[in-house]
């Protein structure tokens, strides 16, 4: 599964808008919707911001891993 579809499906499966989401990384919801539909490259650091936010880990967000694994914490 490609990043685009993950962020999609974790931001639904908790019921959550897109603009609940942009204002949480601090950008339009347009913006959001754009990394989304992969109209535009979501930066590295809102994909750990995502990350954290869920609690998954990035190899889950990136389509890496299909499994679900908290992010790590110190």
Excluded: W
């Excluded at 599964?1 to 949480?24: K, P, V």
């Excluded at 754009?34 to 750990?48: A, W």
Aim: hydrophobic share 30%; glycine share 6%; aromatic share 10%.
């Amino acid at each position: 599964m490609h990043y685009t579809e993950r962020i999609r499906a974790l931001r639904e499966d908790q019921d959550l808008t897109q603009e609940r989401i942009a204002g949480i990384l601090h950008v339009g919801q347009k913006t959001y919707s754009d990394y989304e539909t992969g109209k535009i490259r979501i930066p590295l650091d809102s994909v750990i911001v995502l990350a954290k936010f869920y609690n998954v880990d990035l190899n889950y967000i990136c389509g890496v891993s299909d499994q679900k694994r908290p992010f790590p914490r110190d």
